[in-house]
């Protein structure tokens, strides 16, 4: 028996934006009290209308742009009708015909290909919080803009599910349309998942679930191997098959671990779309999407490409500088004015994303003019590369002058002090040294620290052990 | 008497806001116990609202009716649905606001959501005819067409989404119009069918009819569907010469005798203009009620399903089994003919019917539009009647929704279309009026007032 | 040809809009929404190859709205409206 997982994402991206899709209430609307961005228009009131929010049009045209979609110039909103509290009229506006982007792809590292259906604006709902015997319900993200990206079911395991969203989350943050923190509900998945199983020369395929409203990669993975599962036994023990009409939609119940049937598609799923009577189509003109554009100055894959080729970066540590969009305009910048391209992403890499991660920081905490200043002063040898790492974490965390900072710093050229402190400190730990000398390599680690702490760090730890070396043969080896 | 004489009036002191007040809020309630024509009397509100005020705008103090599908701020505003009976509206619709500081004497009963044509789906009661009570007084704008011609309101605002102005209009001998889809604001016009619903103006004259055009038309970035063009004076009369005015073809049925007539009378009219006259036969027109009756209860049955008594009207207060069940609950209140409007809109848009009835209905709709074109190329207004009967019985129709229908056969093209049309009273019939429909181009609602002025006021009398 | 639905179809189209009919509103309905729909079927008669299905009413596109707060409408919230409230949410008995 041979068995394939055939995986569609259909991913919620809530697009960054000012106000909500169709009305001027603020979209911001993360830890505020319930039901304070609402109007006439997101609440759904007798005789309100909606109007379209630009800012959410031309975000759609990047994202048109950044997956390689078709972005068509005609385009139209729809109503899709089902009735359910969070959804205050009762229909969503979204688009269903002429959605703005169509036929997209993204290539995977192993170089398949996958084919993006569509991606079309709508309005996000209410929130729910459900009770025993009641829901409450916070207006304040209804009518936030989504967009939708709906893949073609072209994914065949959870590595590629994984692949293909990580790398549309990394896109869609490069160019800043939205920031998808899945804490926040800003991204979010459906998973479409059946299997194919070849048994005794027959190919079978089990009925599709969605599993909606997945919030992390995590999740998603999790979900994908149970309801593999799940498929696998039902289809051993029922023998039911992929027809019309028999999907259903299931939920993810994290704690359990679990997918848990929702309902079946059948009845609920007749929408009757058709065109929103409130608003006129688009009619994008070549201007108009060329304006939303501009608007882009770099994809993340140029963006990429560019550090390897251009800035002779590694390809890992060009990866791990592209996934944030802060972190590339950072190795911009600083790269204007310093010139050694890849001791400035080792720096970006190892130690400021390091401390950026540790202490939950942003990477401006990291002052660009104090930075190129310190990355100078370890080149130039008046600060050693440790004391350079201490002042940049005391800098990202505390408001200091840097001139003093490295002033404090500064190699100590006396040579005479030098040597007498590693005579000194070598004299009072002869037997340690004598372990040194008999082959305990891991020592010599801990008396330049001793020397480098007595130097109140003011001195470079290589020349430290090139010294302590000079002054074993001299004085200790026989 | 009428606007510019109030408006004289008050300007020279001999009457006073509050005598307005007193003596048109004596005259409404009295008015209201014959004919029903308000669901809510505005009186504590409007005292309040007015007091201190000024003379600010066109119409300051005149008193005015508002169809009660329409919201405003801090009044109940009903749809003439059960659904909406204790709803009080926290915003006001732009056309409202435009209209600045008048006289709100009440809010005009009508079908609820304006699903009908006689009034008689309220929720609130039948409204009856102020000029023979045991007419319909047209609907669904019929409480406001029944207030303005009782005198109990200068000018009304109604909505017009397939005749619901002109055809109250002209049974209650009443200037109706209904201007061209995009000229006036929809936003806070509680939704029939959206891309039908016009605000629209009912008067007792062409120059009031003007007078309150001029205030409440112009974009407003709160309706999409707007348009945003330059303003006009309709108060100005436009000098056409060399008019051409096409006659719709009577259809071969459904139009009465004395409607027949009635038409042939204004006919005559316009020849005495010597205004050029040229019938003409539209090819895909005898569709319009059938295209009608399919895009908008397509648009009704999804414009209805925020009413699912959760934020605002009727809430059901037991425990259910399902939200389905709540649902269901809650959406008892609405009247038979929402019901009936509902389900047609949801079966003609539901799995497997789209094509047949919503998609193809909207290709007619784009033959029809585009035949407008070509025939206004060539004309410069149509004429028709307003409606194919005269005002005909309360009861009479109830029972036969589709013959109900069939009366909006005149009217229905103009909102298909866009067009602006507005209705002037007939002569009288055996006591009884109806209307001359004058349809326009989008937005040359100066030229057709300026004609209409012409009609009403150099032959008509 | 006429067409009469069936009770079942009736019933189907009522809960799809969410309305519960009583048995003579069920006949009443089968009566009148079937004679209507017979009427718009004639359309059915019409030619309408090659005509276009964007409808609309004036040529107007990309009405569109800048991205920046406006609070300007006299809108108040009116919680007195909701069916229930629990702190400021709005509260809805038994969704799921």
Same mark, same amino acid.
């Given at each position: 028996?041979?068995?394939?997982?055939?995986?569609?994402?259909?991913?919620?991206?809530?697009?960054?934006?000012?106000?909500?899709?169709?009305?001027?209430?603020?979209?911001?609307?993360?830890?505020?009290?319930?039901?304070?961005?609402?109007?006439?228009?997101?609440?759904?009131?007798?005789?309100?209308?909606?109007?379209?929010?630009?800012?959410?049009?031309?975000?759609?045209?990047?994202?048109?742009?950044?997956?390689?979609?078709?972005?068509?110039?005609?385009?139209?909103?729809?109503?899709?009708?089902?009735?359910?509290?969070?959804?205050?009229?009762?229909?969503?506006?979204?688009?269903?015909?002429?959605?703005?982007?169509?036929?997209?792809?993204?290539?995977?590292?192993?170089?398949?290909?996958?084919?993006?259906?569509?991606?079309?604006?709508?309005?996000?709902?209410?929130?729910?919080?459900?009770?025993?015997?009641?829901?409450?319900?916070?207006?304040?993200?209804?009518?936030?803009?989504?967009?939708?990206?709906?893949?073609?079911?072209?994914?065949?395991?959870?590595?590629?599910?994984?692949?293909?969203?990580?790398?549309?989350?990394?896109?869609?943050?490069?160019?800043?349309?939205?920031?998808?923190?899945?804490?926040?509900?800003?991204?979010?998945?459906?998973?479409?998942?059946?299997?194919?199983?070849?048994?005794?020369?027959?190919?079978?395929?089990?009925?599709?679930?969605?599993?909606?409203?997945?919030?992390?990669?995590?999740?998603?993975?999790?979900?994908?191997?149970?309801?593999?599962?799940?498929?696998?036994?039902?289809?051993?023990?029922?023998?039911?098959?992929?027809?019309?009409?028999?999907?259903?939609?299931?939920?993810?119940?994290?704690?359990?671990?679990?997918?848990?049937?929702?309902?079946?598609?059948?009845?609920?799923?007749?929408?009757?779309?058709?065109?929103?009577?409130?608003?006129?189509?688009?009619?994008?003109?070549?201007?108009?999407?060329?304006?939303?554009?501009?608007?882009?100055?770099?994809?993340?894959?140029?963006?990429?490409?560019?550090?390897?080729?251009?800035?002779?970066?590694?390809?890992?540590?060009?990866?791990?500088?592209?996934?944030?969009?802060?972190?590339?305009?950072?190795?911009?910048?600083?790269?204007?004015?310093?010139?050694?391209?890849?001791?400035?992403?080792?720096?970006?890499?190892?130690?400021?994303?390091?401390?950026?991660?540790?202490?939950?920081?942003?990477?401006?905490?990291?002052?660009?003019?104090?930075?190129?200043?310190?990355?100078?002063?370890?080149?130039?040898?008046?600060?050693?590369?440790?004391?350079?790492?201490?002042?940049?974490?005391?800098?990202?965390?505390?408001?200091?002058?840097?001139?003093?900072?490295?002033?404090?710093?500064?190699?100590?050229?006396?040579?005479?002090?030098?040597?007498?402190?590693?005579?000194?400190?070598?004299?009072?730990?002869?037997?340690?040294?004598?372990?040194?000398?008999?082959?305990?390599?891991?020592?010599?680690?801990?008396?330049?620290?001793?020397?480098?702490?007595?130097?109140?760090?003011?001195?470079?730890?290589?020349?430290?052990?090139?010294?302590?070396?000079?002054?074993?043969?001299?004085?200790?080896?026989? | 008497?009428?606007?510019?004489?109030?408006?004289?009036?008050?300007?020279?002191?001999?009457?006073?806001?509050?005598?307005?007040?007193?003596?048109?809020?004596?005259?409404?309630?009295?008015?209201?116990?014959?004919?029903?024509?308000?669901?809510?009397?505005?009186?504590?509100?409007?005292?309040?609202?007015?007091?201190?005020?000024?003379?600010?705008?066109?119409?300051?103090?005149?008193?005015?009716?508002?169809?009660?599908?329409?919201?405003?701020?801090?009044?109940?505003?009903?749809?003439?649905?059960?659904?909406?009976?204790?709803?009080?509206?926290?915003?006001?619709?732009?056309?409202?606001? %435009? !209209?600045?500081?008048? *006289?709100?004497?009440?809010? @005009?009963? /009508?079908?609820?959501?304006?699903? +009908?044509? =006689? #009034? &008689?789906?309220?929720?609130?009661?039948?409204?009856?005819?102020?000029?023979?009570?045991?007419?319909?007084?047209?609907?669904?704008?019929?409480?406001?067409?029944?207030?303005?011609?009782?005198?109990?309101?200068?000018?009304?605002?109604?909505?017009?989404?397939?005749?619901?102005?002109?055809?109250?209009?002209?049974?209650?001998?009443?200037?109706?119009?209904?201007?061209?889809?995009?000229?006036?604001?929809?936003?806070?016009?509680?939704?029939?069918?959206?891309?039908?619903?016009?605000?629209?103006?009912?008067?007792?004259?062409?120059?009031?009819?003007?007078?309150?055009?001029?205030?409440?038309?112009?974009?407003?970035?709160?309706?999409?569907?707007?348009?945003?063009?330059?303003?006009?004076?309709?108060? %100005? !009369?436009?000098?056409? *010469?060399?008019?051409?005015? @096409?006659? /719709?073809?009577?259809?071969?049925? +459904?139009? =009465? #005798? &004395?409607?027949?007539?009635?038409?042939?009378?204004?006919?005559?009219?316009?020849?005495?203009?010597?205004?050029?006259?040229?019938?003409?036969?539209?090819?895909?027109?005898?569709?319009?009620?059938?295209?009608?009756?399919?895009?908008?209860?397509?648009?009704?049955?999804?414009?209805?399903?925020?009413?699912?008594?959760?934020?605002?009207?009727?809430?059901?207060?037991?425990?259910?089994?399902?939200?389905?069940?709540?649902?269901?609950?809650?959406?008892?209140?609405?009247?038979?003919?929402?019901?009936?409007?509902?389900?047609?809109?949801?079966?003609?848009?539901?799995?497997?019917?789209?094509?047949?009835?919503?998609?193809?209905?909207?290709?007619?709709?784009?033959?029809?539009?585009?035949?407008?074109?070509?025939?206004?190329?060539?004309?410069?207004?149509?004429?028709?009647?307003?409606?194919?009967?005269?005002?005909?019985?309360?009861? &009479?129709?109830?029972?036969?929704?589709?013959?109900?229908?069939?009366?909006?056969?005149?009217?229905?093209?103009?909102?298909?279309?866009?067009?602006?049309?507005?209705?002037?009273?007939?002569?009288?019939?055996?006591?009884?009026?109806?209307?001359?429909?004058?349809?326009?181009?989008?937005?040359?609602?100066?030229?057709?007032?300026?004609?209409?002025?012409?009609?009403?006021?150099?032959?008509?009398? | 040809?006429?067409?009469?639905?069936?009770?079942?179809?009736?019933?189907?189209?009522?809960?799809?809009?969410?309305?519960?009919?009583?048995?003579?509103?069920?006949?009443?309905?089968?009566?009148?929404?079937?004679?209507?729909?017979?009427?718009?079927?004639?359309?059915?008669?019409?030619?309408?190859?090659?005509?276009?299905?964007?409808?609309?009413?004036?040529?107007?596109?990309?009405?569109?709205?800048?991205?920046?707060?406006?609070?300007?409408?006299?809108?108040?919230?009116?919680?007195?409206?909701?069916?229930?409230?629990?702190?400021?949410?709005?509260?809805?008995?038994?969704?799921?």
């Amino acid at each position: 028996m041979e068995i394939k997982v055939i995986i569609g994402l259909e991913i919620h991206v809530q697009l960054k934006t000012n106000t909500k899709m169709f009305c001027s209430c603020s979209a911001k609307y993360f830890n505020d009290s319930p039901n304070t961005h609402l109007c006439p228009v997101c609440l759904g009131l007798p005789g309100a209308l909606p109007v379209v929010n630009k800012k959410a049009v031309i975000q759609a045209i990047k994202v048109g742009k950044a997956l390689n979609f078709n972005i068509n110039s005609k385009s139209r909103f729809d109503r899709k009708n089902y009735m359910y509290p969070d959804l205050f009229k009762g229909y969503q506006i979204t688009q269903f015909e002429f959605p703005i982007d169509t036929d997209g792809y993204i290539v995977l590292k192993s170089g398949k290909k996958i084919n993006i259906y569509r991606a079309h604006l709508e309005e996000d709902t209410a929130k729910s919080l459900h009770h025993k015997g009641y829901t409450l319900l916070d207006g304040n993200k209804a009518g936030v803009p989504l967009l939708e990206i709906v893949s073609s079911p072209e994914m065949f395991s959870k590595e590629e599910a994984k692949e293909y969203a990580k790398k549309i989350y990394n896109v869609v943050r490069f160019i800043g349309v939205s920031d998808c923190d899945m804490e926040k509900g800003q991204m979010r998945f459906d998973v479409n998942i059946n299997l194919e199983i070849k048994k005794e020369g027959k190919i079978f395929k089990t009925p599709i679930s969605e599993i909606k409203n997945l919030n992390s990669f995590r999740s998603m993975e999790r979900a994908i191997d149970y309801e593999s599962q799940r498929q696998l036994e039902e289809f051993e023990k029922k023998g039911i098959v992929l027809e019309k009409g028999n999907k259903t939609t299931r939920g993810w119940n994290d704690n359990l671990s679990k997918t848990f049937f929702q309902r079946d598609k059948e009845e609920s799923d007749d929408y009757r779309y058709f065109p929103e009577p409130d608003l006129p189509p688009f009619i994008l003109t070549e201007k108009f999407i060329q304006d939303a554009l501009s608007e882009i100055d770099i994809l993340q894959e140029d963006a990429l490409v560019s550090l390897i080729q251009e800035y002779r970066i590694s390809s890992d540590i060009a990866d791990l500088i592209v996934e944030e969009r802060d972190y590339y305009d950072f190795f911009i910048k600083v790269s204007k004015s310093y010139k050694e391209y890849v001791n400035l992403s080792n720096w970006i890499v190892t130690e400021i994303i390091a401390i950026i991660k540790e202490y939950s920081l942003e990477i401006s905490s990291c002052d660009i003019h104090d930075f190129i200043k310190l990355l100078n002063s370890i080149d130039e040898k008046k600060i050693s590369v440790s004391s350079g790492k201490e002042i940049l974490k005391k800098m990202m965390l505390e408001d200091i002058n840097i001139e003093k900072e490295i002033d404090n710093k500064l190699i100590d050229t006396d040579l005479n002090k030098i040597e007498s402190i590693i005579k000194n400190i070598l004299e009072s730990n002869k037997d340690l040294v004598q372990k040194y000398l008999d082959g305990k390599e891991g020592i010599m680690g801990f008396l330049i620290g001793q020397v480098v702490k007595e130097m109140k760090g003011r001195i470079d730890p290589i020349e430290v052990k090139e010294k302590i070396l000079i002054e074993l043969d001299k004085n200790y080896r026989n | 008497m009428n606007i510019a004489e109030l408006k004289k009036n008050i300007k020279d002191k001999k009457i006073s806001p509050s005598e307005i007040l007193d003596i048109y809020f004596k005259k409404a309630y009295v008015v209201n116990k014959d004919t029903n024509c308000f669901i809510s009397i505005t009186e504590d509100y409007t005292r309040k609202r007015l007091q201190n005020s000024k003379i600010e705008s066109e119409l300051s103090f005149i008193p005015g009716v508002i169809k009660d599908n329409i919201n405003i701020k801090g009044t109940i505003t009903t749809a003439g649905s059960r659904i909406l009976e204790n709803y009080k509206s926290p915003y006001t619709a732009t056309v409202v606001e %435009k !209209l600045g500081n008048f *006289s709100l004497i009440g809010k @005009g009963n /009508l079908d609820a959501f304006a699903f +009908g044509s =006689s #009034t &008689e789906n309220s929720g609130f009661g039948v409204t009856k005819n102020p000029l023979d009570t045991s007419k319909v007084p047209g609907g669904s704008s019929g409480g406001v067409a029944a207030a303005v011609v009782s005198g109990v309101s200068l000018f009304g605002i109604g909505t017009d989404t397939g005749g619901s102005v002109r055809q109250p209009a002209s049974f209650c001998g009443l200037v109706g119009l209904k201007p061209t889809y995009g000229l006036c604001s929809r936003f806070g016009l509680i939704a029939m069918g959206s891309s039908f619903d016009v605000p629209g103006i009912i008067a007792t004259n062409v120059s009031d009819t003007a007078l309150v055009l001029n205030s409440i038309a112009g974009f407003d970035k709160k309706d999409s569907t707007s348009i945003n063009i330059e303003k006009k004076d309709y108060t %100005k !009369l436009k000098d056409d *010469s060399k008019l051409k005015v @096409g006659i /719709l073809k009577m259809p071969k049925d +459904g139009v =009465s #005798t &004395e409607i027949a007539k009635a038409f042939d009378d204004s006919v005559k009219l316009f020849s005495k203009l010597n205004i050029d006259l040229v019938e003409i036969d539209f090819k895909y027109i005898s569709y319009s009620l059938a295209i009608y009756y399919i895009l908008v209860p397509a648009e009704i049955s999804a414009n209805m399903s925020r009413y699912d008594g959760i934020r605002f009207g009727f809430h059901p207060d037991k425990n259910f089994e399902s939200i389905s069940d709540f649902y269901k609950d809650a959406r008892s209140k609405f009247e038979d003919e929402v019901k009936r409007r509902v389900m047609i809109g949801t079966y003609t848009l539901s799995q497997g019917y789209y094509d047949a009835y919503y998609n193809k209905a909207t290709q007619i709709r784009n033959l029809i539009k585009n035949e407008f074109k070509e025939v206004f190329k060539d004309i410069d207004f149509l004429i028709s009647p307003t409606t194919p009967t005269l005002p005909f019985n309360i009861g &009479e129709k109830t029972k036969d929704p589709l013959s109900m229908y069939l009366s909006d056969l005149f009217t229905v093209p103009a909102n298909l279309v866009g067009y602006p049309a507005i209705s002037i009273p007939n002569k009288k019939i055996d006591n009884l009026y109806s209307g001359l429909q004058i349809m326009g181009r989008p937005f040359e609602e100066d030229r057709l007032l300026s004609l209409s002025y012409l009609i009403e006021n150099q032959l008509w009398k | 040809m006429s067409i009469k639905l069936s009770k079942e179809e009736i019933l189907k189209i009522a809960n799809l809009s969410r309305l519960d009919l009583t048995d003579k509103e069920i006949d009443n309905f089968r009566d009148s929404i079937s004679e209507i729909i017979n009427y718009i079927s004639i359309i059915n008669e019409v030619d309408i190859a090659g005509i276009d299905n964007f409808f609309q009413v004036n040529d107007s596109s990309n009405i569109l709205r800048e991205d920046s707060e406006n609070k300007a409408t006299d809108f108040e919230l009116d919680p007195s409206n909701f069916i229930d409230t629990d702190e400021s949410y709005i509260k809805v008995k038994k969704v799921l």
